[in-house]
């Protein structure tokens, strides 16, 4: 069975950083694109960025400059944040799938819970 778990949101305050991790088990992921989507309750799902196995990385222009996606080994992702804003606050979600540039929600097909990132103003 497969699960993705995420970690590291939290409550920090606006221009600062946090790193989100991704623990995914049950199968080895090698040939697959990691995704990170978040949402808030006004709003649905959003994509935020993606990188595939090829190392070929994809950016939400909201995020872009700030963010960075990378991966550690086969079934480990992180999405590096920095200069976060109020805006930022979201639930945020890794997903796992297998089109590269894959920006919407319906080509992932392996999800985490999420992990809850607060910026404060």
């Not at 992921?29 to 989507?37: A, D, E, K, N, T």
């Not at 872009?64 to 944040?81: C, E, P, Q, V, W």
Request: glycine content about 10%; hydrophobic content about 35%; aromatic content about 14%.
């Amino acid at each position: 069975q497969v699960q993705l778990v995420e970690s590291g949101g939290g409550l920090v305050q606006a221009g600062g950083s946090l790193r989100l991790s991704c623990a995914a088990s049950g199968r080895t992921f090698s040939r697959y694109v990691w995704g990170w989507f978040r949402q808030t309750p006004e709003k649905e799902r959003e994509f935020v960025a993606a990188l595939s196995w090829n190392w070929n990385t994809y950016y939400a222009d909201s995020v872009k400059g700030r963010f960075t996606i990378s991966r550690d080994g086969a079934n480990n992702a992180y999405l590096h944040m920095n200069s976060l804003k109020p805006e930022d606050t979201a639930l945020y979600y890794c997903a796992i799938g297998d089109m590269e540039g894959a920006t919407t929600q319906a080509s992932y097909t392996y999800w985490g819970q999420g992990t809850q990132v607060t910026v404060s103003s």
